[in-house]
């Protein structure tokens, strides 16, 4: 037990009662303790850990970019090959108006000779290529565009 002094007469405190002052003080400075250490763990993780994360981000961002720009690429060319296919396309429907105007006049020819025409494969007079296109997509679609 402790001695206290009480308006001029000592007093006698039980021991608890001062160590359990002493104690909390005792516990409010160890959880401020614990509490720096773990800001200072804290701090010393993110100066250890963080240059790690942010290369792996820009690793990431890296391949990001270059798949994206790998396949941009790989678009360009199917819109090249797309541009080459329709040139073909509009190449190959001057071809057939003329072999179809080449077999009208042999027809008309044949008439006015006197024979039967004969018969042109089944296809729509030439238009646009646009029509062409749609009309030939048509079938593949099983629908009217």
């Known amino acids: 037990m402790r001695r206290a002094a009480s308006g001029g007469r000592e007093r006698i405190a039980p021991a608890h009662l001062n160590d359990s002052e002493d104690g909390n003080v005792s516990s409010v400075q160890s959880y401020e303790r614990i509490m720096q250490e773990l800001r200072d763990i804290r701090i010393q993780l993110e100066e250890r ?3 790690a994360a942010r290369y792996a981000v820009q690793a990431e961002v890296e391949r990001l970019v270059g798949l994206f720009e790998q ?3 790989r678009l360009r060319d199917c819109l090249a090959r797309i541009d080459r296919d ?9 071809e057939y108006d003329e072999i179809r105007a080449e077999l009208a006049a042999a027809n008309e020819r044949l008439t006015s000779l006197g024979a039967q ?4 494969p089944e296809f729509p007079s030439p238009g646009s290529l646009v029509e062409m296109i749609v009309q030939r ?7 009217k565009v």
């Open 49 to 51: 850990v963080g240059p």
């Open 71 to 73: 396949r941009k690429a």
């Open 86 to 94: 329709l040139i073909d396309c509009r190449d190959h429907l001057a």
């Open 117 to 120: 025409p004969l018969s042109l």
């Open 137 to 143: 997509l048509q079938p593949a679609r099983g629908d």
